[in-house]
């Protein structure tokens, strides 16, 4: 192939150099006009406007990652379903079925994570 | 329509298996679980029936995306009988260490629909997907029993070093695809062998292919994870896993290097050459110095994989239809006898780690003469010795590695096999003329599964040894209908 293969990649690097160059600029800008006045409650989370009373890190329960994960079962369906309405009327009789087909298969991963007691809040 | 559906019967009933399994596994008792191994094994067996059925058909389906033909039907059985004995050999140890669950039997056929996928797309993104499903469901099998750390770390270890084995693999399709244009094997190959692409991305694109299936096949330098892997695993797992991939793998392999890259062997045989060597060396020096077993039998596929990555060297070659058919036969011999193999480690162990050390293994002669006897049979065949599989699975590879004009590399893989005929004739040794050091005390409890299984790896073991020819003549000719040689 042609060298144009690869000079056709230099405006993609010269736009990296570009950006770096800005952010750069940019936050030389701010040092360069900026006020220092720190102070301890700066540091502070901010909860809209409530005192913070405990350390953000905390632990949460662990069991909310089922309910993540039963998620995208639902995003993938969905991520399916749109192009599929898209052209419905073109698909027909058979992208019904097979769509149908499809969802059946994700069903059976939701009955199981059903059956299996995921859906329970222990 | 219909034609496209007809291709994929044996992955439509693995597939439908494995839900219906998912679905009733939590509605039986738990002893009633102990059918759906049989379940699994019943829906291996029609799809083996179907296979049969399909054996004369020859098509692509599915927009090109897969093809039927004898190639993917030898792979397919192949697997299916993979998934029969892996399945066979799990039920007792499951059981044992209370995880008999119908997930474990719903991963295995999925994972070998994954397989099935890889071997029979000719179209990368098919691939790609089957490679996924494949590693997907390993790595929640080599981590299936939960409570036990070795086995999570072994899956972390696992799903780590795949993902990023993946990511490898994936680059180097982008790539192909990249200078190509093509998403097609065939299309890619003539693209390639037109010269018409830039010489270095294609450099780096087989670079990255190769890494990424060093990493899956388990080649040096990317095999770290295989011994920590199969230690750790749950053992029926790791017999598994020690060979269904890896099959898969090469499977996948030779059609790439090959169909794609067959016009620039020039730029991959001495990379795959290096590999091979450098394979062959770590596997067969690493696997004198293992006390525990399942470590030796991984640096032992370590070593397997150095002799299959040279008939892939000579693949490259005007020979190389011979070398696909050494290739094909010895993947048939070696899952036999490592299923084999691992297999008599389920049979001893108990809930423990027992029997997973060399030093378990003393004294085995006298108290289980049949177990002794048929794990004779397996370390043999791996030596590479006859009567048994492995003997002609190594001669037809170094031969076809002779034919190819690399005599010299067929004198080095001879040599690493003749260091590792030590160790697995020392796990004889062990087991005839060591006295055990206290009373043993192995679970005695009969498992007509585990049997079968370790009856029909070894009555494979010696059938493939004593009459090899029907499986050789069978790989080449899917060679000679498929790939064109």
Not at chain 2, 171 to 192: D, M, P, S, V
Not at chain 2, 353 to 381: C, E, H, Y
Not at chain 2, 411 to 439: C, K
Request: aromatic share 14%; net charge negative; glycine share 8%.
């Amino acid at each position: 192939m042609t060298p144009d293969y690869y000079v056709s990649y230099l405006s993609i690097a010269l736009l990296g150099l570009a950006d770096i160059l800005f952010v750069l600029a940019l936050i030389g800008a701010s040092r360069l006009v900026q006020r220092r006045n720190p102070y301890p409650q700066k540091l502070t989370t901010y909860e809209c406007g409530i005192e913070p009373f405990s350390d953000s890190w905390s632990p949460f329960a662990i069991r909310y990652y089922i309910f993540a994960l039963l998620f995208v079962l639902f995003d993938v369906e969905a991520v399916f379903l749109y192009p599929w309405a898209v052209i419905f009327r073109d698909m027909g009789f058979t992208g019904f079925i097979e769509m149908m087909i499809f969802i059946t298969v994700l069903l059976f991963g939701l009955f199981y994570a059903w059956i299996k007691g995921a859906l329970e809040w222990v | 329509m219909q034609h496209d559906l007809l291709a994929i019967i044996p992955e439509l009933m693995l597939i439908a298996t494995a839900l219906v399994i998912l679905l009733i596994d939590p509605l039986l008792p738990p002893d009633g679980r102990r059918g759906l191994g049989y379940l699994g094994v019943f829906a291996c067996a029609m799809a083996g029936l179907s296979t049969w059925f399909l054996r004369n058909e020859e098509f692509t389906a599915f927009n090109d995306a897969i093809s039927l033909d004898r190639y993917t039907i030898y792979f397919k059985a192949l697997f299916l009988v993979i998934a029969v004995i892996a399945m066979l050999l799990s039920e007792k140890h499951l059981e044992l260490h209370r995880r008999l669950l119908g997930d474990y039997y719903s991963l295995i056929l999925l994972a070998t629909v994954g397989m099935m996928v890889m071997t029979e797309s000719i179209d990368i993104m098919t691939f790609f997907v089957g490679l996924e499903l494949m590693a997907l469901a390993s790595y929640i099998l080599a981590g299936f029993f939960r409570y036990d750390e070795l086995s999570v770390e072994a899956s972390l270890k696992y799903f780590l070093t795949g993902a990023f084995a993946s990511t490898f693999v994936l680059f180097g399709l982008a790539l192909l695809y990249g200078i190509t244009g093509y998403t097609n094997y065939q299309q890619i190959g003539e693209t390639i062998a037109a010269g018409n692409v830039p010489g270095s991305t294609l450099v780096i694109a087989i670079i990255l292919v190769i890494a990424g299936f060093g990493f899956k096949v388990g080649a040096v330098p990317f095999h770290n994870w295989a011994p920590d892997v199969y230690q750790g695993s749950p053992t029926p797992v790791a017999a598994f896993l020690s060979v269904g991939p890896k099959a898969a793998g090469f499977a996948v392999l030779i059609k790439f290097m090959t169909v794609i890259l067959g016009s620039e062997s020039g730029t991959w045989v001495g990379l795959i050459i290096a590999i091979a060597i450098v394979t062959m060396l770590v596997g067969a020096t690493m696997a004198l110095v293992q006390r525990d077993l399942k470590r030796m039998l991984a640096y032992s596929s370590i070593a397997h994989v150095g002799y299959l990555l040279l008939a892939i060297s000579a693949s490259g070659e005007e020979v190389a239809a011979f070398a696909s058919a050494s290739i094909m036969f010895y993947l048939a011999a070696y899952a036999l006898m490592n299923l084999g193999a691992f297999g008599v480690l389920v049979y001893l162990s108990n809930n423990s780690s027992f029997g997973n050390r060399l030093d378990d293994l003393a004294g085995l002669g006298k108290q289980f003469p049949w177990a002794a006897g048929i794990l004779t049979v397996f370390m043999l065949s791996l030596a590479g010795i006859p009567p048994t599989a492995g003997f002609f699975a190594k001669f037809y590879l170094f031969a076809a590695v002779v034919d190819a004009g690399l005599a010299w590399l067929a004198m080095v893989g001879a040599l690493f096999s003749l260091v590792s005929a030590f160790y697995y004739l020392r796990v004889i040794v062990y087991m005839y003329m060591r006295q055990p050091e206290q009373e043993l005390e192995r679970s005695g409890e009969r498992s007509f599964d585990l049997n079968l299984g370790l009856g029909l790896a070894a009555v494979g073991v010696l059938l493939l040894g004593l009459y090899p020819s029907p499986v050789l003549d069978a790989a080449q000719d899917a060679l000679l209908m498929v790939l064109g040689f």
